[in-house]
């Protein structure tokens, strides 16, 4: 199925659908969020409002494809003071380490102050964990020295099929939630 979908990277209608389907599932935690906050105290009504603002931010990042502007301006920095020629360790730490980092202080995040949460609506804990392996994976391309270990795992003909994944299981949480 995946080698059916065209690269998100390279198709306008791809990326399109993406787009909308980042914002259709915005539009759905932002209804979870209107539900829960007229509920119970125990609603969870503000993961309802930051799982749908970091899906509207995944959204603009997708629609204005910020990770090549952050790209070219890094780039252009390290040109810019001669830095460029060895830029291989601020790759591993933007590509590797930061994504690493920003993992474990999510699991740490979620594991105390999101337990409850992700204990109720655990189909939203695998949806965002696929959405943060994608991400992750994407980010390691920075890297040059893994792009043969991503072509060896055939990253590149499921990436497309687990951000789809991630994003349904999220819009589904999302509309199963009461």
């Known amino acids: 199925m995946a080698l059916l979908l065209p690269d998100p990277e390279h198709s306008t209608a791809?990326?399109?659908?993406?787009?909308?389907?980042?914002?259709?599932?915005?539009?759905?935690?932002?209804?979870a969020y209107r539900r829960a906050r007229l509920g119970s105290a125990q609603s969870f009504s503000n993961w309802w409002l930051l799982g749908a603002l970091l899906l509207f931010l995944l959204a603009l990042n997708k629609a204005f494809n910020l990770r090549s502007e952050f790209e070219a301006g890094i780039r252009a920095l390290a040109k810019a003071e001669n830095w460029y020629d060895r830029r291989q360790p601020v790759q591993f730490a933007l590509a590797i380490v930061l994504p690493f980092v920003l993992a474990l202080l999510t699991g740490a995040?979620?594991?105390t102050k999101g337990r409850s949460f992700v204990r109720c609506h655990p189909l939203a804990l695998a949806g965002w964990v696929l959405l943060?392996?994608?991400?992750?994976?994407?980010?390691?391309?920075?890297?040059?020295?893994?792009?043969?270990w991503l072509s060896s795992i055939r990253y590149y003909d499921w990436r497309s099929a687990l951000e789809a994944a991630g994003m349904l299981m999220v819009v589904l949480a999302a509309l199963i939630a009461h």
């Open 14 to 31: 791809a990326g399109s659908i993406l787009v909308s389907g980042y914002l259709a599932a915005a539009l759905c935690w932002l209804f």
């Open 109 to 111: 995040f979620l594991a």
């Open 132 to 148: 943060l392996l994608y991400l992750s994976l994407r980010q390691t391309q920075e890297w040059k020295p893994v792009l043969p």
